[in-house]
């Protein structure tokens, strides 16, 4: 019900913007977020925006690079990345959370998932 796009082999300090786009069903009132994980890595969380998209959050790795955003009508979520780094190297996961109150970061809160989509930096 989540498909996310995107991803591909990049350079340092190029560009991506990932898709993640719902079917299904409506994901307008679901915080969305986006998570990573790196090989051989614990999955991480990476940023979050809440359904009406005035609020956002951001692991500090990415704060001033990345940016979330969303388009209800199109019930599509994008993660803009700027000045990638080899470290941003991950299969990047989108999730749908039906909870307002929970911690942007609790991936347990996420109830939805999509496939990955993976992102490979290079030096």
């Known amino acids: 019900q989540l498909q996310a796009s995107g991803g591909g082999l990049v350079q340092a300090g190029d560009s991506l913007r990932l898709s993640c786009a719902a079917s299904?069903?409506?994901?307008?009132?679901?915080?969305m977020g986006w998570f990573r994980q790196a090989p051989g890595k614990e999955r991480e969380f990476v940023t979050a925006?809440?359904?009406?998209?005035?609020?956002?959050y951001y692991t500090d790795s990415v704060k001033g690079r990345f940016t979330i955003s969303r388009d209800n009508a199109k019930n599509t979520v994008y993660l803009q990345m700027n000045t990638l780094k080899p470290e941003d190297t991950a299969v990047y996961y989108c999730?749908?959370?039906?909870?307002?109150?929970?911690?942007?970061?609790?991936?347990?809160?996420?109830?939805?998932w999509g496939q990955g989509t993976l992102v490979t930096v290079s030096s």
């Open positions: 999730a749908a959370n039906p909870n307002q109150y929970s911690r942007f970061s609790d991936a347990k809160a996420y109830v939805y």
């Open positions: 299904g069903r409506t994901f307008s009132t679901y915080r």
């Open positions: 925006i809440t359904w009406t998209g005035t609020t956002t």
